[in-house]
């Protein structure tokens, strides 16, 4: 089963909407990494996790 490794949030404005981008990298049992992220609106999850990292395009 993976493991969470490490996470990040961040809050965007986009088009005048507040979302919460949440980042994490994900272990796998043989060892490789790869990052994953979800989006966030008033709490509540409108993209689930996602492979890919969203955060460096938000200069983090």
Same mark, same amino acid.
């Given at each position: 089963?993976? +493991? %969470? ?6 809050? %965007?404005?986009?088009?005048?909407? #507040?979302? %919460? ?7 796998? +049992?043989?060892? #490789?990494?790869?990052? #994953?992220?979800?989006?966030? *609106? #008033?709490?509540? +999850?409108?993209?689930?996790? %996602? ?8 200069? *983090?």
């Amino acid at each position: 089963m993976p +493991e %969470t490794t490490n996470s990040v949030e961040h809050q %965007t404005i986009i088009n005048n909407v #507040e979302y %919460t981008l949440q980042s994490r990298t994900v272990a796998q +049992e043989n060892g #490789e990494r790869y990052e #994953e992220y979800r989006v966030l *609106l #008033e709490g509540k +999850e409108i993209k689930s996790w %996602t492979r890919g990292n969203v955060i460096r395009y938000f200069s *983090l």
